[in-house]
């Protein structure tokens, strides 16, 4: 394992991660963080900001909506689903914190009288645009790209991955997934485990 991350860290990487996919429940406007199998836990999330400082991980692209990357320290986080971090007047624009919504019983509102709506991405919707061609750009543009944590069930996340160029596609992941047989590096652990393996230099 050890000589595997090597190899890791002598390459530019950049990691799709899509632990869990989106937790927000429309029905309800309520924020349930799903339980997730493979979780990665903040320790290991940060391996990948000192991956990004280091210089060798170019961004991270996830499906989480929870800010853990950020609060770990990675700064290229590039959010699939939106964050419930942001969160807005659907008549006014005004933006909230996590806190207001959180604390709110019932269905946020705005004191416009307007419904607070996370920047959250539901099944139905589109994904922001924006966000997605960023992502085409980091994933055409890596040497390497780890695939970790995800079955690759969700699309259209899933199919960004046609977009790689580079030269090595690693996929971590517990169970099996469609790219499994296309990956260069198969590990088939949990992605928190592999994570918590990483050793950064001067370590
Ligand atoms: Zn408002």
Redesign the pocket.
Known sequence: MKRTMALFLSLLLLLLTACGGPAYQAEELKFKPRRKKQKVSKEEMKKLAELEKAGKLKAVITQNIDNLHQMAGSRKVLELHGSVYRNY??????FYDFSYVKNSTGVPY?????V?KPDVVLYEEMLDSTTLAESVDAISRAQVLIIGGTSLAVYPAASLIDYFRGEAIVVINKAPTPRDRSADLLIKDPIGQVFSQIRTEGE
């Open positions: 007047c659907m008549r006014c624009g005004k705005c004191e416009c009288g307007g607070v």
